[in-house]
């Protein structure tokens, strides 16, 4: 059973990722080998691998029809109606719902709705304009919508629909809790309910490996079926109605709860044990978890590459394989202590590998922070549950247990707030096919060092070879940045991925141009380059991979705030503005013609107007200003594309620059194709940084790349060269920390 649910996942991949027909040659293997070495399961095998390929053929390899495609791939807005499918799910840093829309010579298609609004709920049906575009993602779905003006409620959930709203939404309503973590925690832990969680505490949570807490999972679906079904025991129900009574709350516990791939993955492996339970046939938790794969699988295709699915199967493996023989090897510590050591440590020891495709690093205090919060998990959990299917008919009990159950999660809260910022909470790990590769012997030469004495030399050595090694990359890559801040460059580039943040500095005082997406990002180059205040701030404008990571900005002092006067509504917006609020910082909106000194130089602001009210929308709002230096000039262009580029040429651009002085751009848009020729040709720059990292928009444009050294500039790319530094005190002096 084992070996065919992970033969069935192999074949999914290779079905996706490779082509249809090599799909089915892996299928037919897949059976062959069942056939040999397991043939009392081929019949069963047959059954699941056919209806394998025939949900497929229907959710995958069943394209939409020419016309509608033509539609998704020139990004039409079209008006009509969606249908959701989930519930709002936190994506980055806006929310992800499935719906299925459907217009004027458009057939109902399944896509994504990303956008700002969260609240969503399945069941609902809007009428909306929303723009498309092609699914990108290596996973379901056939477009990417973004919605053009607020979506219009048509019909509220019907049946089963509505009542698990009704729930859903009364259990979120009457919650409360000590404050705004503790009460979001509670929900978390009862219901994967992850957007009130504040941003940094959901961010310490991830870095110190909590962030499994507030994705449901087995131990919730045993605690439904164990509440319900000896709770009906204790008021002497018959054995055939609690199993019944059992099954059917774990089912609605699911929906409530919502269609997570973990969820899932729980609620079909506790249904599996309990169906076996009721049928008098005991079950291995090993053979569950394989029967919940091959099931799901066979119905679901795109759960082979669904990462939160294959989060939930690799811990609930370590838990299961790994887990009994730590815990016997530390039978002489406090049992409490001993198990939560040998869970934690198992649970995340089998997700390394997957966990280094979502993040190259990993989490140092895990297993710590696992250990410290265990103790309060079950006591919450327990709690939240109960809460929740209270909150319909008893509400004010139910409002009362979750407060107390705040008091637990408060702790765990302090715990990710505690740990999260110690220095080195995480080590940066590679996720190349080498690095994913070492995670995956390091993990295996772990488990057998464990599991058996035979080769129990070999694996610590493995193992010991494996950890030094990683030390040593470790401090290599601390020491380039250290020696690349140790040169003292005047301007700095930060790598902060798919984003723009750049420093400048003259004498004693220190500019930064834009924070990017990731706070931890731009906190690491401030302090890398070790910038305790910011004499001026300069925010081009408010897309999120500009100011998104202004939480970074913390633990430094903040001097001017400059930023675009552009009519902008959105939740970044409310996001800068609350954290220069705490701080005391007033924002100024710059317009065209500001100056100021700026150490041995000045800076001015060449775009937009005050109001901008000359740009169709923020991009061509963004700031663009010369910074001078004595021997050098650098020119920051935030967003801008070619109209606004050709504009600021006609208001005189080249009066501004000193050909006297090499000229350092900060090319606009990550390097997007949408960029004027005549521009760059006219300016000539002598060095252009691009600011890019891993994206879906084809960024930067290969034929800007030609056109920038056609003209004789040096081209400087973060997403291949890491942090990028130019010093000019005697000639032009360049440098880079290199990936790190």
Not at 65 to 92: C, H, T, W
Not at 127 to 151: C, K, V, Y
Request: proline share 4%; hydrophobic share 45%; glycine share 8%.
């Amino acid at each position: 059973m084992i070996a065919l649910s992970a033969g069935i996942w192999l074949a999914r991949i290779v079905e996706l990722t490779v082509s249809p027909i090599i799909g089915v040659i892996s299928f037919l293997v897949v059976l062959i080998a069942v056939r040999f070495h397991e043939r009392r399961l081929l019949s069963f095998a047959i059954l699941v691998s056919l209806i394998g390929l025939t949900t497929s053929t229907l959710q995958v390899f069943n394209a939409v029809a020419d016309d509608e495609l033509s539609m998704i791939e020139n990004k039409l807005v079209l008006e009509g109606e969606f249908r959701v499918e989930s519930d709002s799910q936190p994506y980055g840093d806006r929310f992800k719902t499935w719906v299925v829309f459907e217009s004027t010579n458009f057939s109902p298609t399944l896509g994504s709705l990303v956008g700002e609004n969260g609240d969503f709920r399945w069941g609902e049906r809007y009428s909306a304009r929303l723009s498309l575009e092609p699914n990108w993602q290596q996973g379901r779905g056939h477009f990417i919508a973004t919605e053009m003006d607020s979506s219009v409620l048509i019909s509220k959930p019907q049946n089963i629909q509505s009542v698990i709203g009704e729930i859903r939404s009364s259990f979120l309503e009457t919650l409360t809790g000590l404050d705004q973590d503790s009460t979001g925690l509670v929900a978390g832990l009862a219901v994967g309910e992850r957007t009130l969680l504040s941003d940094k505490t959901s961010e310490n949570m991830r870095k110190v490996a909590l962030t499994h807490l507030v994705a449901v999972s087995g131990a919730n679906c045993a605690i439904v079926l164990a509440s319900v079904y000896f709770g009906l025991g204790l008021l002497r129900v018959r054995r055939t109605a609690r199993f019944v009574s059992a099954l059917f709350s774990l089912v609605i516990y699911v929906l409530v709860v919502g269609f997570d791939p973990s969820v899932l993955r729980a609620g079909f492996m506790a249904a599996t044990v309990i169906v076996a339970m009721w049928l008098g046939r005991g079950v291995r938790p090993l053979r569950a978890l394989a029967l919940s794969m091959i099931i799901l699988l066979s119905f679901d295709p795109w759960l082979c590459v669904d990462f939160a699915f294959a989060l939930s199967v690799f811990s609930t493996l370590g838990i299961l394989v790994l887990a009994p023989a730590i815990y016997q090897k530390l039978h002489k510590l406090p049992k409490a202590l001993a198990v939560g050591l040998s869970v934690s440590f198992s649970a995340q020891l089998y997700c390394i590998p997957v966990m280094l495709m979502l993040q190259p690093e990993l989490p140092v205090f895990g297993v710590l922070a696992n250990v410290l919060s265990e103790p309060v998990v079950a006591p919450v959990t327990v709690l939240g549950i109960t809460a929740v299917f209270l909150s319909p008919v008893f509400p004010a009990a139910s409002s009362l247990l979750s407060f107390i159950a705040s008091f637990g999660t408060w702790w765990i809260a302090r715990v990710a707030n505690s740990l999260a910022p110690l220095p080195q909470s995480t080590l940066p790990w590679p996720n190349d096919f080498a690095g994913l590769s070492l995670a995956v012997i390091l993990a295996f030469a772990i488990s057998l060092a464990v599991l058996s004495e035979r080769y129990k030399t070999l694996s610590v050595a493995i193992i010991t070879v494996l950890i030094l090694g990683s030390a040593a990359g470790f401090a290599e890559k601390q020491l380039r940045v250290y020696q690349f801040a140790n040169q003292q460059p005047q301007v700095v580039n930060c790598d902060v991925g798919q984003g723009d943040a750049l420093i400048v500095k003259s004498n004693d005082k220190t500019m930064l141009i834009d924070v990017g997406r990731d706070p931890d990002l731009i906190e690491g180059c401030l302090r890398s380059n070790r910038i305790e205040h910011i004499d001026v701030l300069m925010l081009s404008h408010f897309d999120f991979d500009h100011v998104g990571g202004i939480g970074g900005l913390e633990k430094v002092s903040i001097g001017k705030v400059l930023v675009s006067g552009f009519n902008d509504q959105r939740e970044a917006v409310d996001r800068v503005r609350e954290f220069m609020q705490e701080r005391n910082v007033v924002m100024t909106v710059a317009f065209r013609g500001m100056s100021g000194d700026f150490g041995a130089g000045f800076w001015e602001i060449l775009s937009p107007t005050a109001s901008a009210s000359e740009a169709q929308d923020a991009n061509e709002a963004s700031l663009v200003a010369m910074i001078q230096l004595p021997k050098l000039q650098l020119l920051a262009t935030g967003d801008i594309g070619e109209e606004r580029q050709n504009k600021i040429l006609q208001e005189g651009l080249q009066g501004r620059v000193n050909s006297e002085k090499p000229l350092v751009l900060k090319v606009s848009h990550h390097g997007s194709a949408d960029q004027s020729d005549q521009f760059h040709e006219s300016l000539s720059p002598d060095l252009s940084i691009i600011s890019v990292g891993e994206n879906s928009y084809g960024h930067p444009d290969p034929s800007l790349i030609a056109k920038l050294r056609s003209i004789g500039s040096t081209v400087l790319r973060t997403d291949t060269q890491g942090m990028i530094g130019i010093d000019s005190t005697e000639g032009l002096k360049l440098l880079a920390t290199g990936k790190l």
